[in-house]
């Protein structure tokens, strides 16, 4: 059972928009900044977001972010089939005195 | 370019004890963290400990505390996990990753390839 609640799948065709949720609390997303990172099939995670909503200078603008509270989200525009990854959400937890990570989404795209 | 090469996994008998090294190249070592982050097979990710730029601070995830021990050597570029009283729940691919910044500051920019540790009788 993962700190951070992610929806386990989500879906949607090429050229769409979608939206993975990170939901946590006070003392992880409410207090300390959410980075995003994306794994593709047999490889190792990538940062696609820190501090909120900074990207790398080479993740795309199609990738973007939001925060309200204790919440996450990432937004994908105009889907591409090599999106198809899991994407994991991640911030310190205080209580814990840990990084926790969401438990991951699996992007399918159709 | 930034490189980060863990080794050292391997198939491990229940309560013995396994060392991981993840090796550096293409930037300044000192000037960052390193975290260990690992995945049970099938599952997702689960973040093991941090070491700070100096060594100076260390932080465990309580599934590891009292057991794993992070340690880095800066004339070597090299970080260690060493791990004793293994589990088979320890199983996973364990990724080195750098922190953006010299302290934990939970966005990991750079990840090794993984290096696979089985616990098994």
């Known amino acids: 059972q993962s700190v951070l609640t992610q929806p386990p799948s989500v879906s949607a065709a090429p050229g769409q928009k979608v939206t993975i949720s990170c939901s946590g609390g006070?003392?992880?997303?409410?207090?300390?900044?959410v980075s995003w990172y994306q794994q593709l099939p047999t490889t190792a995670p990538k940062l696609l977001i820190y501090?909120?909503?900074k990207r790398p200078s080479e993740i795309p603008d199609r990738f973007s972010t939001s925060k309200s509270g204790t919440s996450a989200t990432l937004v994908i525009t105009g889907l591409q089939t090599g999106d198809e990854a899991d994407y994991y959400c991640?911030?310190?937890?205080?209580?814990?005195?840990?990084?926790?990570f969401g438990g991951g989404t699996k992007l399918t795209v159709l | 370019q930034v490189q980060l090469v863990e080794s050292g996994g391997g198939v491990v008998q229940p309560g013995r004890s396994l060392r991981l090294s993840c090796g550096a190249s293409?930037?300044?070592?000192?000037?960052?963290?390193i975290h260990w982050v690992r995945q049970p097979p099938g599952k997702g990710l689960e973040w093991v400990a941090v070491?700070?730029?100096?060594?100076?601070?260390?932080y465990y995830a309580d599934s590891v505390k009292g057991r794993f021990t992070i340690s880095r050597d800066n004339s070597k570029n090299t970080v260690y996990l060493e791990m004793n009283s293994l589990r088979a729940e320890d199983t996973a691919i364990y990724y080195c990753?750098?922190?953006?910044?010299?302290?934990?500051?939970?966005?990991?920019?750079?990840w090794g390839q993984g290096t696979l540790v089985t616990v098994s009788s």
């Open positions: 990753a750098r922190d953006r910044g010299p302290v934990a500051g939970q966005s990991f920019d750079y």
């Open positions: 293409g930037y300044t070592f000192s000037s960052h963290a």
């Open positions: 070491i700070w730029y100096d060594g100076s601070n260390k």
């Open positions: 006070i003392s992880n997303i409410g207090s300390y900044s």
């Open positions: 501090d909120n909503h």
């Open positions: 991640a911030t310190w937890d205080t209580s814990l005195g840990e990084v926790v």
